[in-house]
């Protein structure tokens, strides 16, 4: 099993920025990917960024992210930390919603779909006000 706790959410303005971050914890050897989706009121649950072990390596990992999100946030992982950062610029109203962190130990699914993970954290708030 694997823990995913998320952290960093908050209220912030049009055009601010946060950063989130998910400490995962338990069986984290040999996690193929981490990813972020959102979900917003009323709303089905949306992918928003993915990133990839690969060639021995988070940071040189391969990314993905929602054409929605693309230019404006960047996922990345510390490694030693077992942790995976979402750094979100430039945020919009439309950005509003819950924020959970999802991980897969082993290739499931596709990596910008809820398929593609087994584990999943309880989710932070994000608010940007207009």
């Known amino acids: 099993q694997v823990q995913l706790v998320e952290s960093g959410g908050g209220l912030v303005q049009a055009g601010g920025s946060l950063r989130l971050s998910c400490a995962a914890s338990?069986?984290?050897?040999?996690?193929?990917?981490m990813g972020w989706f959102r979900q917003a009121p009323g709303k089905e649950r949306e992918f928003v960024a993915t990133?990839?072990?690969?060639?021995?390596?988070?940071?040189?990992?391969?990314?993905t992210y929602a054409d929605s999100v693309k230019g404006r946030f960047t996922i990345s992982r510390d490694s030693a930390n077992n942790t995976v950062y979402l750094q979100m610029n430039s945020l919009k109203p439309e950005d509003t919603a819950v924020y959970c962190c999802?991980?897969?130990?082993?290739?499931?699914?596709?990596?910008?779909?809820?398929?593609?993970?087994?584990?999943w954290g309880q989710g932070t708030q994000v608010t940007v006000s207009s």
């Open positions: 338990g069986r984290t050897f040999g996690m193929q990917r």
């Open positions: 990133i990839r072990w690969s060639g021995g390596r988070w940071s040189g990992g391969s990314t």
């Open positions: 999802a991980a897969v130990n082993r290739l499931i699914g596709v990596a910008d779909n809820s398929n593609g993970y087994d584990y």
